[in-house]
């Protein structure tokens, strides 16, 4: 599964602030709301216990928001 | 060098006060931490102080916890994250329990806040850069343990070095920590480096014995290095000890 954390809205992400202010000079303009956070793919033999894994380590609930994705099953062998 | 210009004082075997005699800080040591032997040195300068390996468990011989700075674990997913984990924060949270003295500092506040003995987050500095220069901070309360051989108002000189100090919690929070005269140390005016809500530099708990800081007390106990205002916050802990000592905890 895939595990996608991000910065809470509101706190500011000075990772994206800088990621926006290159970006005109590279000739990409209009880019704004850029936000930084970061992707953790794991297997669990409990995928309920999962929640609780992000809440303890993968990220900190009081500045960070998450999503479980649970990938597709393959579609054959 | 430094050695002949301060002398250890309260070393085991060299010349000790009756004071000094009776307290023992315990630094405790992860893989990655990188001030735990300038810690160690400050300490013994104001009292008896060990190493605490980051398995070792047991803390019964040590009055006042020191979380030191560095980059616990690689700082690896976040500053601190892995770190809380280490078998001896269990027992660093015993200690805490009991009422006895925790000092985070940098790394070791961050250590702190993610293991819940300090409320909020440290994040990374507002503009990215790691900074490392000397700061001006103002003592905020002397009632704590931390401070209590400051005077209220002071300015202490004490360098800072991290990437990752901007002190973070939600607004409600925030004032209810400022209501209750948590925040301990402030930047001076135009010395926030890193762009913590308020000026925050150091943070106290509710229980008022564990404190966490982002400036480095142990590098600024030597006025051959700019200054020893460092000293005043050890120098604080040494006294809370000796306080103990003639009024247990659980009397």
Known sequence: MKILIRPKPGILDPQGKAIERALPALGFEGVSQVRVGRLVELEAVEPDRVPELCDKLLANPLIEDYEIHLEETAPSG | ?251
Request: with cysteine.
């Open chain 2, 1 to 251: 060098m430094g050695e002949a210009a301060s002398p250890q004082r309260g070393s085991v075997g060299g010349e000790r006060t009756a004071e000094k005699a009776s307290m023992r800080f315990g630094v405790l040591q992860f893989p990655g931490s990188c001030d735990d032997r300038d810690a160690l040195r400050a300490c013994r300068q104001v009292g008896e102080a060990r190493l605490v390996w980051h398995e070792d468990t047991e803390l019964s011989d040590v009055d006042v916890v020191v979380v030191p700075g560095g980059f616990s674990y690689g700082d690896y997913l976040r500053p601190g994250a892995i770190a809380r984990f280490a078998p001896a924060m269990e027992a660093v949270t015993r200690h805490s329990a009991a009422g006895r003295p925790v000092l985070g500092i940098c790394n070791g506040f961050q250590v702190l806040c993610e293991a819940g003995l300090l409320p909020g987050a440290l994040l990374p500095n507002d503009y990215l850069h790691f900074v490392c220069r000397q700061v001006e901070l103002r003592v905020e309360s002397t009632s704590t343990p931390f401070t209590s051989e400051c005077r209220s108002g002071q300015q202490l000189s004490i360098p800072v070095k991290h990437g990752s100090g901007r002190y973070f919690v939600p607004p409600e929070e925030l004032d209810r920590i400022e209501a209750r005269g948590g925040v301990v140390l402030r930047y001076a005016p135009g010395h926030n480096p890193n762009g913590s809500a308020h000026d925050i530099a150091g943070v106290v708990n509710e229980q008022g014995n564990v404190m966490g800081l982002m400036p480095h007390p142990e590098h600024a106990v030597d006025p051959l290095t700019g200054s020893d205002d460092g000293l005043r916050i050890l120098a604080s802990l040494a006294a809370w000890a000796v306080r103990q000592d003639r009024e247990p905890l659980s009397a």
